[in-house]
T-cell receptor
Framework: DVKVTQSSRYLVKRTGEKVFLECVQD?????MFWYRQDPGLGLRLIYF???????EKGDIPEGYSVSREKKERFSLILESASTNQTSMYLC????????????FGDGTRLSIL | AQTVTQSQPEMSVQEAETVTLSCTYD???????LFWYKQPPSRQMILVIR??????QNATENRFSVNFQKAAKSFSLKISDSQLGDAAMYFC??????????FGTGTRLAVRP
């Protein structure tokens, strides 16, 4: 089974802090994604990556950056956390191909105070 | 941009009964894939079922089946013999080749014992 591991289930940070969310997958998937999930809004794509050192902006990249130095690891960075970034963050990975299902981590519930 | 609409924020079903969750989407593509994902409370999101647009036959996975109406751009999920473990948030999603996965806003399903 594919395993996608997010480093924290719950995280509390203060405004202005630099926040790192880590995601690791163990199935050699090419594609990795970061979403945020908010009630009534579904999942919105922040950034994605099709290969090592490659990154593409999703629908809501403002205030975020990403890093993919190794194939198995995809990090989401909040450069200067703000209260409106309080949310559930989901990482996912998949093989190449539009038909491939995405495999999700457990999510990180991030609170910015 | 593609859009996916789930018009039922919440649904409820009696255990052992059947329930149908609705999903419509908007696209100008002819070749694409549709997915239903399940997110149980505080647990990982998982794939429930997938439909290829070029296939006329509706996909089925045990108690889960879809009603895919390509002309109407409708993709509903039917859960038969509902079980307590079916209680979850269900997301409909769309993806075409070279495009990102687009999610609906979700339907929260409650199962009454």
């Amino acid at each position: 089974d594919v395993k996608v591991t997010q480093s924290s289930r719950y995280l509390v940070k203060r405004t202005g802090e630099k926040v790192f969310l880590e995601c690791v997958q163990d199935m050699d998937h090419e594609n990795m994604f970061w979403y945020r999930q908010d009630p009534g809004l579904g999942l919105r794509l922040i950034y994605f990556s099709y290969d090592v050192k490659m990154k593409e902006k999703g629908d809501i990249p403002e205030g975020y950056s990403v890093s993919r130095e190794k194939k198995e690891r995809f990090s989401l960075i909040l450069e200067s956390a703000s209260t409106n970034q309080t949310s559930m963050y989901l990482c996912a990975s998949t093989l190449q191909g539009a038909h491939q299902p995405q495999h999700f981590g457990d999510g990180t519930r991030l609170s910015i105070l | 941009a593609q859009t996916v609409t789930q018009s039922q924020p919440e649904m409820s079903v009696q255990e052992a009964e059947t329930v149908t969750l609705s999903c419509t989407y908007d696209t100008s593509e002819s070749d694409y894939y549709l997915f239903w994902y399940k997110q149980p409370p505080s647990r990982q999101m998982i794939l429930v079922i997938r439909q290829e647009a070029y296939k006329q036959q509706n996909a089925t996975e045990n108690r889960f089946s879809v009603n895919f109406q390509k002309a109407a751009k409708s993709f509903s999920l039917k859960i038969s013999d509902s079980q307590l473990g079916d209680a979850a948030m269900y997301f409909c999603a769309y993806r075409s080749a070279g495009d990102k996965l687009t999610f609906g806003t979700g339907t929260r399903l409650a199962v009454r014992p």
